[in-house]
């Protein structure tokens, strides 16, 4: 009996195929501390409790994250450990930070002017565990909500609209995949990964390249959070009767953005605005003011990243996210200093597309050094257009090479 429970606190060495007895075991057992601790949060003077669960819950979480194989030993399928790494990282940071807490968290929103608020302590846990942005939430000060373009006249509107659109997002995230796929299916296109960088190319025509990859790569990350988002925004808004207000828009057309600030604070998703400040921004910010304050929220993004390169290449190099990420964080603060709140028109639209295109290649091409491109989900089997994007993309990378 001694040596079973040994082996169920021991940190795991390797990954082993998920079956349904190790997932009831492994990753019931932190999502449950999850939901007790959002439960608690909501209450008073539990503190104490929750300081005592948090190491259980964060040493749960770390064990479930480094001892499933959700990709059940399928390479193209490895980008699934990516969503079970994340999702353990984010249940321990969120609960360290309820477990910091010292007053009980509030939930501000109401469904519409019509509703009466009612308190519901088990749905309010829920919505605490699962909103990841606080809308909603008196945690969530200074948080940018985009305005919606939906209507939401009737649940049936609002759910029928999102739904298509989750749909339309879901097509084009299969495309772009299909695309990058196309420019190198045997480097960086595929499982064994490589860099985006050609060297066989003058360099002009290798970072034009090499854009045209990190660009498409942006708008596919954009089409898949979009689509996840929408689809389950639809169903949850036809199926459970939530209502369309619980459901604002994640982005606001980031290609619009005027300056970096704009871009990371506004039209970007804020899914992990408050982790990010949390567990970057303040700690770097009681040192260095601002300054450490952008570039802590910034480092802790890289940081985050850099954990779902390591669910499916180990040996990646940590620095291929934090330079990136840290790199956005020193434009903003630049931006600041040179046009403080004045940055827009199309001389702020060129800084903002060349920066993020100039560090976008960096990031890009650290996930396709860890096979991240060249994954495989059902979103590109479905997509009807798959071979026509494929032979475009390779008669155009045959021209560019063709020219030298």
């Known amino acids: ?39 608690l949060v909501l209450l008073p003077r539990t503190q104490p409790v929750r300081i005592a669960l948090w190491p259980i819950t964060a040493f749960l979480a770390f064990r479930a994250a480094g001892s499933l194989d959700m990709s059940t030993g399928r390479p193209k399928l490895a ?26 968290f509030i939930r ?3 469904r519409s002017a019509t509703d009466v608020p009612k308190r519901n302590s088990m749905l309010d846990m829920l919505d605490l565990a699962c909103n990841l942005r606080g809308y909603g939430w008196d945690w969530s000060k200074g948080l940018y909500v985009p305005p919606e373009t939906l209507p939401t006249s009737s649940r049936l509107a609002f759910a029928t609209s999102t739904l298509i659109s989750g749909l339309q997002h879901t097509f084009l995230c299969g495309a772009i995949h299909s695309a990058v796929q196309a420019f190198s299916p045997h480097t960086f296109g595929s499982v064994d990964g490589g860099t985006i960088f050609d060297d066989s190319l003058p360099p002009h025509l290798r970072y034009l390249r090499s854009s045209m990859v990190a660009t498409l790569c942006a708008f596919g990350v954009y089409s898949v959070l979009q689509a996840g988002y929408e689809l389950t925004a639809g169903l949850c808004v036809l199926l459970f009767r939530h209502h369309p207000d619980q459901w604002p828009p994640s982005f606001d057309s980031p290609w619009g953005s005027t300056s970096l600030r ?34 802590g929220a910034f480092l802790a993004s890289g940081f985050f990243h850099h954990l779902a390169l390591l669910a499916i290449d180990p040996s990646s190099e940590m620095w291929r996210m934090l330079l990136p990420f840290g790199m956005m964080g020193t434009g903003v603060i630049l931006e600041h200093a ?35 491109l060249g994954g495989s989900s059902f979103l590109d089997s479905v997509t009807p257009v798959r071979q026509p994007i494929e032979r475009l993309v390779r008669t155009f990378d045959e021209y560019l090479h063709a020219r030298w």
């Open 1 to 39: 009996m001694n040596a079973a429970l040994h082996d169920r606190l021991r940190l795991p060495t390797a990954r082993t195929p998920l079956t349904t007895e190790n997932f009831v075991s492994d990753v019931i057992p932190p999502v449950l501390c999850y939901l007790v601790t959002a439960f």
């Open 338 to 372: 040179v046009a403080g709140n004045k940055t827009g028109g199309w001389m702020g639209w060129m800084w903002t597309m060349c920066w993020l295109v100039l560090w976008g290649n960096v990031m890009v091409d650290g996930w396709a050094r860890a096979g991240m």
């Open 79 to 104: 980008f699934m450990n990516i969503d079970l790494q994340l999702s353990m990282f984010s249940i321990a940071a969120r609960t360290l930070e309820w477990t910091v807490q010292t007053k009980p």
């Open 262 to 295: 704009e871009f990371w604070s506004r039209r970007w998703h804020q899914w992990f605005r408050r982790s990010f400040i949390f567990l970057g921004g303040r700690p770097l910010s009681l040192l260095f003011g601002r300054i450490g304050g952008v570039i």
């Open 108 to 110: 501000t929103a109401q």
